[in-house]
């Protein structure tokens, strides 16, 4: 919101962060303590993909800091603090929450590549695909683990998506009470 230096000082972490693809990461996780556990992986994950909503939220708060509404607060005098809790953060909060919904289905997806590829954890549906692949069993069991993959990725892009528009600061203004 202030832009500047403060904004250049805060990118370049971020920028740095999101240089590391989340699925080597993970992959490095895994191969340096394979007895890690499944929360060990999804502290790897989180330690990376921060940055994506990080970034979000920056070009969120740009784009609406420089919009109408906070541009006429400004010119009535209203301070940093109110425009940022009345004007800003409002409508902030609809693509960070939609965006965090994202997220973790993306992160369902990579602990399913993870385990497909022989380094995630046992039991997951990526291993029971692997595994029902490699040998000459039933096709049941991968076929399960892959509609049970497509189904929980559907149900959490519908779930982002009524998310996103529950918390939209436009949408909910303009609802009939």
């Excluded at 740009?62 to 005098?77: D, L, M, Q």
């Amino acid at each position: 919101y202030v832009g500047g230096v403060w904004d250049e000082v805060l990118s370049r972490p971020i920028e740095l962060i999101q240089a590391f693809p989340a699925i080597v990461v993970v992959a490095v996780v895994r191969a340096a303590s394979p007895s890690a556990s499944a929360w060990a992986l999804v502290i790897a994950v989180a330690a990376i993909r921060w940055a994506e909503v990080a970034r979000l939220v920056r070009a969120e708060v740009i784009r609406i800091g420089a919009s109408e509404h906070v541009v006429a607060a400004r010119a009535t005098g209203c301070g940093h603090t109110r425009i940022l809790r009345r004007h800003v953060l409002p409508h902030v909060l609809a693509p960070v929450a939609e965006t965090a919904m994202f997220g973790l289905v993306s992160v369902v997806l990579l602990e399913v590549a993870v385990s497909f590829l022989g380094l995630g954890v046992p039991g997951s549906w990526g291993v029971m695909i692997a595994e029902g692949l490699a040998g000459p069993h039933s096709l049941r069991g991968p076929v399960a683990a892959g509609i049970a993959v497509a189904v929980t990725v559907i149900a959490g892009y519908l779930l982002a998506d009524a998310t996103g528009e529950a918390l939209d600061a436009r949408v909910t203004a303009t609802r009939p009470r």
